[in-house]
């Protein structure tokens, strides 16, 4: 599916508007300067990073092409926070009424044992570490929200991929796997964990990821339990596995994480996948064999090991990583989705401020996001540790905890300790606002 492109960037008052309305004024005057370069610049993968960034970079007046694999958007996914300085993004980026609109509105969630009967149950603001102003949406709503923004000035290439990448002095040449060859200023690779951008530009994925000692499958299941804004969790040793239904949902999600060190597997056959988890949650208990025949049936199936993407650098020459392609977090972060809408605001920002200058632009993105993404790296390092727990005994330990924790009068505190780590991760990164191009205000 492609849509065709407008050759002419226009003026957009809503970003003036924006950052009016929202006290954010630019932090740079809008003089004159050299003539932008580098205006049409192409990006891999149409998820969160991909159309965040084409939606600033228009706002900036460049020309984003966005390829993604897939044949069309990909729809579904599993809830993700937004944080901090990510929603402070979503208003500067306007879509904040959006994600509000479509928030998953969770209300709370229990912890079952084996047979479905309820150990404790816990409200949202304790099982997601939320303060004030933080909300959650469906990974898939987040996308299309920001697809509807950008697909009438943008041009999407669906169901393609850059099959190669030639630099030289001006740009850079490319081929798609379709066969078609274009040339472009910059490339950015938005394209997640397993980035093809990233294997074409820095070489071999093994150089750059950190197993984090477990696996994580998730995928869309009927409704079973009637789950109505509520996750539903069974914990056995090493494994821990959950059922939730966000608002306006017919259909819930399964999720099934266990510990192990890395296995061998090719991460595109979900075939292999399936009978993989098939193999490590036999026998168990709960709704798991339903959970396990669901994810055969399923079509939005994911599976993947929890694992760090850690880079000394993000750009080569003019091709440059955003989001998880340059340093996933992983799940046990929650700030994947975050740190990917920061760092398309910030590129963004950066390049429009250095009036298209790559060299300064991505040294500047990549400043100003480091510290921050390393902050996230290393809470979801800690995090992933203890999503399981190694036996029964700790396991009952565990759930008594939990069971206590409402009745208990500084049941607050506990909330707060909780949330003040989350808290920190999700205002890591500073985010300023940048100038719009001088002609954007003629
Ligand atoms: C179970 C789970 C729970 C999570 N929970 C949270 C959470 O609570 N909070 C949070 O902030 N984050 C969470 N995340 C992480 C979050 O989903 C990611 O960090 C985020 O989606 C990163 O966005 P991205 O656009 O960088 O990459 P992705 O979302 O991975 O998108 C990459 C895109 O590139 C496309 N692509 C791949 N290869 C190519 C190619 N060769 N050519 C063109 N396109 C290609 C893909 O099809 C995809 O559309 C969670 C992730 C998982 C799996």
């Known amino acids: ?32 300067g050299p003539a932008p370069r580098n205006r049409d610049v192409l990006i891999s993968g149409a998820s969160i990073a991909g159309p965040a960034l084409a939606l600033m970079l228009r706002r900036y007046g460049f020309n984003p092409t966005v390829v993604e694999r897939a044949p069309e958007l990909r729809p579904g996914g599993y809830k993700v926070d937004l944080r901090g300085v990510a929603i402070e993004v979503c208003e500067r980026m306007g879509i904040l009424p959006e994600v509000r609109r479509d ?50 000035d943008v041009e999407y290439l669906f169901g393609d991929s850059i099959a190669a990448l030639d630099e030289d002095a001006d740009g850079v040449t490319v081929a798609f796997e379709r066969g078609g060859v274009r040339r472009f200023d910059l490339v950015v690779g938005a394209d997640g964990l397993h980035s093809h951008t990233r294997r074409l530009a820095f070489g071999d994925e093994k150089q750059f990821t950190r197993h984090l000692g477990a696996y994580i499958s998730i995928f869309t299941a009927p409704n079973d339990l009637g789950l109505d804004r509520w996750e539903t969790y069974y914990a056995l040793p090493d494994k ?44 168990d208990g709960w709704i798991i064999p339903r959970m396990l025949h669901n994810a055969q049936a399923a079509d939005d199936f994911y599976f993947d090991a929890l694992t760090l993407i850690e880079m000394d650098r993000w750009s080569k020459g003019r091709v440059v990583l ?11 972060s929650g700030q994947g989705t975050g740190l990917a809408l920061i760092g398309a605001y910030i590129l963004a920002g950066e390049l429009a401020a250095a009036r298209g200058d790559h060299t300064v632009a991505y040294r500047r993105y ?3 996001m480091r510290p921050g993404v390393e902050l996230n790296q290393k809470f979801a390092e800690n995090f992933a540790k203890e999503m399981t727990v190694s036996s029964e005994r700790k396991i009952r330990l565990r759930m008594r905890m939990v069971r206590w924790l409402p009745k208990l009068p500084w049941k607050n505190l506990v909330a707060k300790k909780i949330r003040d780590d989350l808290q920190k991760a999700a205002h890591a990164i500073p985010v300023k606002a940048y100038a719009l191009p001088v002609e954007q205000y003629a």
């Open 1 to 32: 599916m492609r849509s065709t492109p407008r050759t002419q960037p226009t003026p957009d008052a809503q970003s003036a508007h924006d950052a009016q309305s929202t006290g954010n004024t630019p932090d740079t005057p809008p003089t004159p």
């Open 103 to 152: 928030s998953t509105g969770m209300v709370g969630g229990s912890y079952v044992d084996a047979d479905g009967r309820t150990i404790a149950e816990l409200p949202a603001e304790i099982f997601g570490g939320r303060a004030e102003g933080d909300d959650e949406i469906m990974r898939g709503d987040l996308a299309r929200i920001l697809y509807e923004r950008t697909r009438d």
């Open 240 to 283: 821990l596995v959950c059922a939730y239904s966000a608002s306006g949902q017919t259909t819930a999600k399964n999720m099934l994480v266990f510990g192990s060190p890395e296995l061998s597997y090719d991460y595109r056959d979900a075939a292999q996948q399936k009978k993989l988890l098939a193999d490590v949650f036999e026998g």
């Open 322 to 332: 955003l989001g998880d392609a340059a340093h996933c977090a992983s799940p046990a």
């Open 366 to 368: 990549e400043s100003e």
